[in-house]
């Protein structure tokens, strides 16, 4: 057992909204024991975040949860921008490169449902109305003090804590952490209601004024959530109607039918993610404007990066290093959507008519480009998410100079195979998704929480090629059987006689899944348990893959 790791093993979670639910979750589903404590006695009943990005549903397909959630949602597949009576732009969701083409809307009172409800089913449960009110850690653990509503005070010694308790985070608060940043000087208003027009109720509509924006996203049952820029202390639905009259909205009746309330928004974040034993996620982390539903997406996927690495470090399988890759990897996810995010409010909220004027021309321009729907869907689903500059990914390639042009020569990459593996996943990069077959894709070989070793034949199959992936796999399954899951993948519609034994061949028929990951000669790809590249190799080289696991598990 390495030093990070200690006799008891537990984790506390503080907080039990969406961010900590998941990291709860997660850590049972990988057999670590798992406390998880909130403040509040109940359950929010309020819808808050309502976007599920599509690298989200990736997450919680590979937890065994999509299904559920799609099932309670609704599926939004394009957003469009007004001004002036017109419409601007209009991005369709439909070409997102991932299983889920859309934004999911579900209320973040049923994400939290649904993530309690498989909490328990992992064996689970939320300790209601006890509130962290002191911590000290040391080389061993976290000694957390718990208050119980009844008054009792109770003394927890933990291997690690992880605080999501939101913007006003007491975790953070107890371990120093700054929480560096501004408020927004703008006020908004939110109302969900029931709304008769003929808009798509597929897609998500923004009026642009020169007062201010109102934007309407559907909601599930037929609801739709409106969120206008206005300074009303206490709004009420005729205001939110009259904001989408006055602003540009088409003819149509505005009925209240739940949530209605005024809010501020700030830009704000930590210096870092770990102190010690302690460390932070989600809105605790940072926080920014809603516009681009970001926020709760980008909270989840803290949990789900930092869960595994967690769960290693209980068991004592991990090296020091692999949680300390936690805060380089999501610091500057953060950064960056405080930044766009940030720009993004400024320029919807702009008020000089000269520069309103060019936003509107130029956003139209923009937003008709390919290119430029593409870069924005891939930002805004976050499947553009990556760690390449993380301290845990690397890569072995031979030299260009050593790939043969023209013809294939046994094993050795031509130049069109180093080429096409340089364009293919990089290490860091999300892994992409492919049809295999038609019963098993990519995403579907993920469905475990070990890593993924994935060792492509390429296209000349050769005795010597086989016998080396299948000495790989010997060995891997020797010294990381519990934590690496591999497979040796031919382009054959049928098992190669060189691999008789027991090797884990998966059948790739259509070449598919090698042409996606660039696999024209033979290569492997180690992919982590949160979907993400953790190192690469052409050709498949064991000797580089073992100085690449040995850094990461123990």
């Not at 065994?64 to 599926?75: N, S, V």
């Not at 102190?275 to 997406?297: C, K, L, T, Y």
């Not at 869960?307 to 300390?324: E, I, Q, R, T, Y």
């Not at 930002?379 to 013809?407: L, M, N």
Request: aromatic share 6%; glycine share 10%; net charge neutral.
């Amino acid at each position: 057992m390495t030093s990070e790791a200690i006799a008891s093993g537990r984790v506390l979670v503080v907080g039990a909204g969406p961010v900590g639910l998941t990291m709860a979750c997660e850590l049972l589903r990988r057999g670590v024991k798992t406390r998880i404590v909130d403040a509040c006695p109940v359950p929010t009943d309020k819808s808050k975040a309502l976007g599920v990005q599509a690298r989200t549903l990736e997450a919680l397909d590979a937890m065994g949860i999509a299904d559920r959630f799609i099932a309670a949602g609704r599926k939004i597949h394009g957003v469009n921008f007004y001004a002036d009576g017109a419409r601007l732009a209009h991005v369709s969701l439909d070409d997102i490169d991932s299983p889920y083409t859309y934004m999911l809307s579900l209320p973040q009172s049923e994400t939290e449902r649904l993530l309690a409800e498989h909490l328990v089913e992992l064996g689970g449960r939320v300790e209601r109305e006890v509130t962290l009110t002191a911590l000290e850690q040391d080389a061993g653990g976290v000694t957390a003090t718990l208050s119980h509503a009844d008054g009792k005070n109770e003394s927890e010694r933990v291997a690690w804590l992880v605080g999501c308790d939101g913007s006003h985070s007491t975790v953070r608060h107890a371990v120093g952490l700054p929480f560096e940043g501004l408020p927004y000087e703008e006020s908004f208003v939110l109302a969900d209601v029931r709304i008769a027009w003929d808009l798509p109720d597929d897609e998500t509509h923004a009026f642009i004024a020169p007062d201010g924006a109102i934007a309407a996203l559907p909601m599930p049952k037929g609801l739709w959530r409106l969120v206008g820029e206005a300074a009303i202390p206490a709004p009420t639905v005729d205001d939110v109607a009259r904001l989408l009259r006055e602003r540009g909205g088409p003819k149509a009746t505005v009925t209240g039918a739940g949530w209605v309330a005024p809010f501020r928004i700030h830009r704000r974040m930590v210096p870092r993610y770990r102190e010690g034993r302690v460390f932070v996620a989600g809105d605790a982390a940072h926080i920014h404007s809603p516009i681009g539903g970001q926020g709760m997406n980008t909270g989840m996927q803290d949990a789900y990066n930092l869960a595994w690495k967690l769960a290693l470090a209980v068991s004592g399988a991990a090296h020091g290093g692999l949680l300390d890759s936690y805060h380089p990897e999501r610091h500057p996810v953060a950064a960056s959507t405080l930044q766009a995010t940030d720009l993004a409010t400024k320029v919807v909220t702009l008020r000089n008519p000269v520069a309103r004027e060019v936003r509107n021309r130029l956003g139209a321009m923009l937003a008709g480009l390919e290119i430029v729907q593409k870069r924005l869907l891939a930002q805004a689903s976050e499947i553009a998410v990556g760690y390449r500059a993380s301290p845990i990914v690397d890569e072995h390639r031979a030299s260009v100079a050593r790939a043969t042009v023209g013809r294939r020569v046994g094993e050795q990459p031509t130049l069109a195979d180093w080429v096409g593996f340089g364009g293919a996943p990089h290490p860091g990069d999300r892994a992409p998704d492919v049809a295999i077959d038609d019963a098993v894709t990519a995403f579907s070989l993920l469905r475990h929480t070990a890593s993924t070793l994935l060792l492509f034949d390429g296209a000349a199959p050769t005795p010597e090629g086989y016998a080396n992936l299948a000495d790989i796999a010997r060995r891997v399954a020797e010294r990381w059987g519990g934590h690496v899951k591999t497979w040796i993948v031919v382009p054959r519609r049928a098992r190669p006689a060189e691999l008789e034994g027991e090797e884990p061949v998966l059948l790739d028929p259509k070449a598919a899944l090698h042409r996606r990951y660039g696999a024209g000669s033979e290569c492997l790809y180690l992919l982590r348990p949160d979907g993400y590249v953790g190192f690469r190799s052409q050709p498949a080289a064991w000797k580089a893959l073992e100085e690449h696991l040995s850094r990461i598990l123990a």
